[in-house]
């Protein structure tokens, strides 16, 4: 502000004397430096005396500035203080003078002959809230501060008028609200946003299925740590997929612990009512007895010797036992970026890890297990072959994670139910321990992003008017999908739903983003949207669907109008949309209607409304008919007395000449009649020395050096038997070797596959290849270089060929890296002359199959498509590949493959 200066003469009253004089910054700054200078005249050196102080709110605390008095009696003597690092839109300063005498006709004292006030000020949002917490329950007064005086309007996200409040001397307060998510406007300009929450909501939301993962990487300040918690309870979540540190950071060298690691910020989650899961993940450096992941060594993937992953576990569940609820073993071991081998690999791991947890909990009192091997769907047959393996007595939950569009949703779920039913894992709860919003694309272009995630946020005040990195349009469809995934799997009997993620976080270099806060922490209309399912779905029980959708689908995409019902303990709550609407709906006995973000809506007379994608919610008197209720399930923690404590893991040798991966983890075997070496470790998890006999059952035609052993193995120890299988025929089934000790109480499974190209009888190249971009991504092919530019917010590159035949069985494709390769993954349609269209679900994902090869094949079958295609109706094969960035690779073989007879 400019140089303010008060000439006046002022004379003090008799006695103690003050005054206050308001100081403030221009409209949209902030004060961020203050300089005061007063003049004054006194009778003597120790007669009266002046005293200054400053705050931010007159009812809060002084700071006191600098205390004056004369130097000679009746001279004027100036005194000036400066004072930084300032924070607020304005600030009180209150002027006592003490020791005063004043005749009251013109005689005194003490005199102040002028006082002069400068600012200099810095940009600021127009509006903050107290402790940048943007969240009020509609028990609280809404409060904010501000740079400018006047009338503003706070209107709700319809647009809708809620309060006119008057801004006055930097703050501004409202009565409470009803929940929902606001706007602050001044005049035509947007100045702030905040969401309003149902008090208490957490206790009243303790079953909903709506729960989070934090999505928090790195160590986060301590403020942070405490406020997304707080968050996450006002927005009635009690449960938190969090991450207080990798396996590393846990025990940084063998049997060297660090069990401080994440303590601090798991108090502060329970702190706020929250129960928390963690993964254990993160591949040691000293697992193993080469020194990385790419060297090639004789181990199993998660560890040299099981009985470390037992150690660690047993020691983890003992030290953080008031802090963690249930473990979940291990995060996404599937996928190649997390994972560290087959499943049945991973299946003697995540024994071992079960066992080590239940030994620090024998009674069962505090702790519970999560399997991650049904971590994706879309790797289906990586959870079959770890159930394979006999891990259903190991753990408590069964746990996945799920990246698909809505209208996908009951083709997965329909999948999972298919795996539950075939191993008999009904009393498991199921929990989807990631999930995320897979519709919302971002043109890194036209709107680019400065953070990768909250971590890299910077320490300040945001404006949350402007903050979000989403666009409006693409938030609202974000929190549509948010809730339709709630529901449908609360549909589907899952019991918890952890979205990820809570804090902002973008991947793929911005091309998807994810988080229901903005950069800073800042609630969105995401949140208000998280706290409406709460409010109204999450504080009743699921009860069923009363639409025409599908219980179960073998189509891949399903969209229909979708109205589910939750029972609440005085009404009745549907949730209701149409991904392909609009379209009308008619309910009787609505006596309600809410928007996404909890507004309340207009009910129509005749009870008919409008549905589009976004969901809305409606209350109901009594419950529909027609209605498809939910399966009630007796759910059961696992029984540890009626597992084996003898694990059994086969470990393949590193040597080239054993088979690959595929991308399920599985052995690709590349010709007939391959030789697989390794070691069969037998350990024994118990007090006592175990004596027995292990065998190996083979596929047909297979043969091993040896099928039968004697084995003793001391309590706590591992004996390895040295194995060579020789595989047989060509065969399109699984291959499955069979190991088995303890009376077949313990068993493992090596589930092998033969490379579709041991079959091939003859390849024909498919004719007028054709390579181009979704715009605005570039592709292109000349000769056997196949070069990409993914760009925009949709990053995909197609490649088409036309069929030549009628008789092939598949199509096979060839890619070799030429340096780093930013491959997503790669989708397969093939067309008929019909029109109609099969796609390969899965898709290719991981692109390149094992890890240590630069080369990749992948041959697919026509059978694998959904649905299969019929051979002789195959017009083209179009190849879609998702990435990022600029990269080439060779491309070879696009052919059509004929198998043999």
């Known amino acids: 502000m400019p140089h303010e200066t008060y000439n006046d003469l002022l004379i003090p009253g008799r ?36 005293f200054v102080e400053y705050s931010e709110n007159r009812q809060g605390k002084w700071i006191p500035l600098y205390l004056q008095r004369g130097v ?108 929902g998510f606001y706007h602050v406007w001044n005049e035509k300009t947007e100045i702030g946003r905040f969401a309003v929450v149902e008090a208490d909501l957490q206790e009243r939301a303790a079953g909903s299925i709506a729960q989070l993962d934090l999505g928090k990487w790195g160590r986060w300040p301590v403020h942070k740590s405490r406020r997304i ?11 938190v997929r969090s991450r207080p540190g990798a396996w590393i950071h846990f025990e940084p060298e063998r049997g060297q612990y660090n069990m401080q690691a994440g303590r601090t910020e798991l108090k502060l989650e329970k702190q706020q009512g929250l129960n928390i899961i963690t993964a254990l993940h993160g591949l040691t450096s000293w697992r193993c007895s080469g020194n990385g992941r790419d060297v090639p060594f004789r181990h199993n993937g998660y560890a040299d010797d099981l009985r470390d992953i037992y150690r660690t576990c047993r020691q983890l569940g003992t030290s953080y036992r008031s802090l963690i609820d249930v473990w979940e073993f291990w995060n996404e071991p599937d996928a190649t970026s997390f994972g560290a ?90 929990w989807i321990t990631e999930g995320g919003v897979e519709s919302v694309r971002n043109d890194t272009v036209k709107n680019p992003i400065p953070h990768k995630g909250e971590s890299q946020v910077k320490e300040s005040e945001f404006n949350t008017a402007k903050c979000d990195n989403m666009p409006e349009a693409i938030r609202e ?113 609505l006596i309600g209607l809410f928007a996404l973000t909890g507004e309340e809506l207009l009910v129509p007379e005749n009870g008919e409304i409008e549905l589009t994608s976004i969901p809305v919610y409606a209350r109901l008197s009594a419950p529909p008919n027609g209605l498809m209720t939910q399966e009630n399930t007796q759910f059961r923690n696992a029984d540890f007395s009626k597992v084996s404590r003898i694990v059994l893991d086969f470990v393949r040798d590193p040597e080239k000449t054993n088979p690959p991966y595929d991308p399920n983890y599985r052995y690709l075997l590349q010709r007939e009649g391959q030789i697989i070496t390794g070691e069969l470790d037998v350990y024994n998890f118990s007090d006592a020395e175990w004596h027995g006999t292990v065998d190996i059952e083979l596929p047909k035609g ?162 694998q498509l959904v649905p299969p295609a019929v051979p002789e109706k195959v017009k083209r094969i179009e190849l879609l590949f998702s990435g990022n960035g600029k990269f080439s690779v060779d491309f070879s073989q696009f052919s059509e493959w004929k198998a043999k007879k």
């Open 477 to 589: 469809k974000a929190s549509a999908e948010l809730i339709r995934n709630y529901v449908l799997s609360a549909a589907y009997g899952w019991q918890k739903y952890c979205q990820f993620s809570f804090a902002y976080y973008n991947e793929d270099k911005g091309f998807r983003m994810w988080g229901m806060l903005a950069p800073g922490l800042i609630a969105t209309s995401g949140f208000a949207a998280l706290a409406n399912y709460n409010r109204f779905a999450g504080t009743g029980t699921y009860v069923g669907c009363f639409s025409n959708a599908p219980r179960e689908t073998d189509t891949r995409l399903v969209k229909v109008p979708e109205a589910h019902l939750f029972k609440r303990e005085s009404d009745w709550i549907a949730v209701l949309w149409d991904e392909s609407g609009p379209s009308k709906f008619k309910l009787h006995n």
């Open 341 to 430: 081998g087959p499943a049945h690999n991973y299946a003697a791991a995540m024994k071992a890890a079960a066992l080590g947890f239940r030994d620090s909990d024998p009674a069962k009192q505090y702790l519970r297990i999560a399997c991650g091997a049904p971590s994706s769907i879309a790797r289906e047959w990586f959870i079959r072959d770890a159930l394979d393996n006999g891990i259903g007595g190991y753990f408590d939950i069964y746990n996945s994670h799920i990246y698909h569009d809505s209208a996908e949703y009951r083709y997965a779920y329909t999948r999972h139910r298919r795996i539950i039913r075939d191993y008999r894992l009904h009393d498991k709860e199921k």
């Open 702 to 863: 297979w043969k091993s050096n040896q099928k039968m052993w004697n084995v003793r193995v001391p309590a706590g120890g591992r004996e390895s038997l040295r194995l060579t299988i020789t595989a047989g025929k060509y065969s399109p089934d699984t291959q499955q070797v069979l190991f088995r000790t303890d009376r077949g109480k313990s068993v493992a499974v090596m589930n092998c596959r033969f490379s579709q190209e041991v079959s091939f009888a003859e390849k024909t190249p498919l004719k007028n290849l054709a390579c181009e971009g979704i715009a605005p991504s570039h592709g292109t092919l000349d000769g056997t270089l196949l070069s990409f530019d993914f760009q925009g917010n949709d990053r995909f590159v197609r490649l088409i060929g036309e069929s030549s035949r009628r008789d092939s069985n598949g199509f096979v494709f060839s890619l070799i890296r030429r340096g780093p390769a930013g491959f997503n993954w790669i989708d397969a349609n093939v067309y008929l002359d019909d029109g109609s269209v099969c796609r390969l679900f899965p898709n290719i994902f991981p692109v390149f199959n094992d890890v240590l090869d630069n080369q990749a094949v992948h041959a697919i079958s026509y059978s």
């Open 229 to 239: 918690a707080e968050l996450a309870r006002l927005a009635g979540v009690t449960l």
């Open 15 to 50: 006695g103690d004397n003050s005054f206050m004089i308001y100081v403030g910054a221009e409209n949209g700054k902030k004060v961020s430096c203050m300089e005061v200078s007063t003049a004054i005249s006194t009778s003597s050196p120790a007669g009266p005396y002046l």
């Open 72 to 179: 000679l009696a009746g001279k004027v003597t100036r005194h000036t203080e400066r004072v930084a690092n300032l924070r607020a839109f304005g600030y009180w300063l209150r002027f006592s003078i003490h020791d005063a005498w004043s005749d009251g006709k013109g005689k005194a004292n003490f005199f102040i002959r002028d006082i002069r006030m400068k600012t200099e000020d810095v940009d600021f949002p127009a509006i903050v809230f107290e402790n940048n917490l943007n969240v009020f329950t509609d028990r609280q007064q809404v409060v904010f501060h501000s740079g400018w005086e006047g009338l503003c309007e706070i209107r709700d996200h319809l647009g809708r008028i809620a309060a006119r409040p008057i801004v006055q001397f930097g703050r501004c307060e409202t009565e409470p609200l009803k929940p």
